[in-house]
């Protein structure tokens, strides 16, 4: 029993790396969830105040990653159509490769706000904001998830 849990924390873990970037993986909790599963494979492997602190940044994590969006585009001056915009064009931008990635939210804000009927160099304002945005909370997501990868490996070493 002790191996199902580590490979199923070994495939959480990598699931929420992935997850950090995608859009349809809850990227950090599915990472945090790997760390309970190492610890259920050998209970001296993780302890239980690492996952009180790793639980809690999670948790802020995925605040951020909910508000920070929201914050940045209203402080660029966005409507919801931008926000709208640049989750839809992320979606699209996942079958376009890396650069559809990065591309994706900037355009996809950028038409969602345009369709608003804005001046183009307010929508590209809020467009760069929703990017920046999307940078930032990827990047912190990503972070994470490395963090609890490491931990991992560290503990398999």
Not at 66 to 83: D, E, F, R
Request: hydrophobic share 60%; net charge positive.
């Amino acid at each position: 029993m002790e191996y199902i849990w580590l490979a199923l924390a070994i495939v959480s873990a990598l699931v929420g790396l992935m997850g950090a970037i995608l859009p349809m993986l809850p990227g950090p909790p599915v990472s945090y969830a790997a760390l309970w599963m190492m610890w259920l494979h050998d209970k001296g492997s993780v302890s239980s105040s690492e996952l009180w602190v790793m639980g809690l940044l999670m948790v802020a994590v995925t605040i951020i990653d909910y508000v920070a969006p929201i914050w940045l585009a209203k402080l660029g001056g966005g409507s919801k159509q931008s926000i709208r915009g640049a989750t839809w064009g992320l979606v699209i931008g996942l079958f376009c490769g890396p650069l559809g990635l990065v591309l994706g939210p900037f355009i996809g804000a950028l038409i969602g706000e345009l369709a608003t009927n804005v001046p183009f160099g307010q929508a590209l304002k809020v467009a760069s904001s929703s990017f920046l945005a999307f940078i930032l909370t990827t990047g912190l997501k990503f972070v994470y998830c490395v963090a609890v990868v490491v931990m991992i490996l560290f503990r398999l070493i």
